[in-house]
């Protein structure tokens, strides 16, 4: 059974840097795609990146690309959201969520099967 723990929310100031990080267990062959999503309460969930576990492809959404980076660490079975330049509009719960096989364009949570529980983060001064 594929499981998906998050971890490293918390409370940050604006122009500040956070690190997520999702602990991936149980997937029975090493071809899968892991995407964070966030959601902010009042708003839908909202797509913010994605890796494939093979050539760790990447994809971002435009309200975060240069700000946010995504990567893999195979051996300790880890993806990490490196969050720099956070703005308020940041704050949400976000979730870490994986599928077998690689990532279909438009970071769209419907596409993925297993979900964390997600951790909080909080941007604000």
């Known amino acids: 059974e594929v499981q998906l723990v998050e971890s490293g929310g918390g409370l940050a100031q604006p122009g500040g840097s956070l690190k997520l990080a999702c602990d991936v267990s149980?997937?029975?062959?090493?071809?899968?795609?892991i995407g964070w999503f966030r959601q902010a309460p009042g708003k839908e969930r909202e797509g913010v990146s994605c890796?494939?576990?093979?050539?760790?492809?990447?994809d971002y959404s435009d309200s975060v690309k240069g700000r946010f980076t995504i990567s893999i660490d195979r051996a300790k079975n880890k993806v990490v959201l490196q969050m720099n330049s956070l703005k308020p509009e940041d704050t949400a719960v976000y979730y870490c969520?994986?599928?077998?096989?690689?990532?279909?364009?438009?970071?769209?949570?419907?596409?993925?099967?297993?979900w964390g529980l997600g951790t909080q983060v909080t941007v604000s001064s």
């Open positions: 890796i494939n576990s093979v050539d760790a492809k990447t």
């Open positions: 969520a994986a599928k077998y096989g690689d990532f279909p364009d438009g970071l769209d949570g419907d596409d993925y099967d297993f």
């Open positions: 149980g997937f029975t062959y090493n071809d899968y795609a």
